[in-house]
Nanobody, 115 residues
Framework: QVQFVESGGGLVQPGGSLRLSCAAS????????MAWYRQAPGKQREVVAS???????YYADSVKGRFTISRENAKNTVYLQMNNLKPEDTAVYYC?????????WGQGTQVTVSS
């Protein structure tokens, strides 16, 4: 069982920045494929970005050029740096790990972009 501690969410004005962190349990973090998802009220959960075990990255079109996903295996942590935030980025953000055919989700952290 993989467990997570997510942090870094909050309220920010349009154009501002936040960095989300997701610290995972276990000794196999290097083998986890990690991703960030988000879910806005009334909408389906959608992938924001992902990072492979060799640090190849994927970004949704809506966040390309603004968000950066990275991982620090020594700290069992994946990050999501979010710049130039927009009101439409408001959502609960979840980290997700895929490992040995199983999927594990974090508890979510709220990001609100509003003036």
């Amino acid at each position: 069982q993989v467990q997570f501690v997510e942090s870094g969410g909050g309220l920010v004005q349009p154009g501002g920045s936040l960095r989300l962190s997701c610290a995972a349990s276990g000794s196999n973090f290097r083998a986890y494929v990690m991703a960030w998802y988000r879910q806005a009220p009334g909408k389906q959960r959608e992938v924001v970005a992902s990072i492979s075990i060799v640090s190849s990255t994927y970004y949704a079109d809506s966040v390309k050029g603004r968000f950066t996903i990275s991982r620090e295996n020594a700290k069992n942590t994946v990050y999501l740096q979010m710049n130039n935030l927009k009101p439409e980025d408001t959502a609960v953000y979840y980290c997700k790990a895929n490992f040995q055919g199983r999927t594990y989700w974090g508890q979510g952290t709220q990001v609100t972009v509003s003036s």
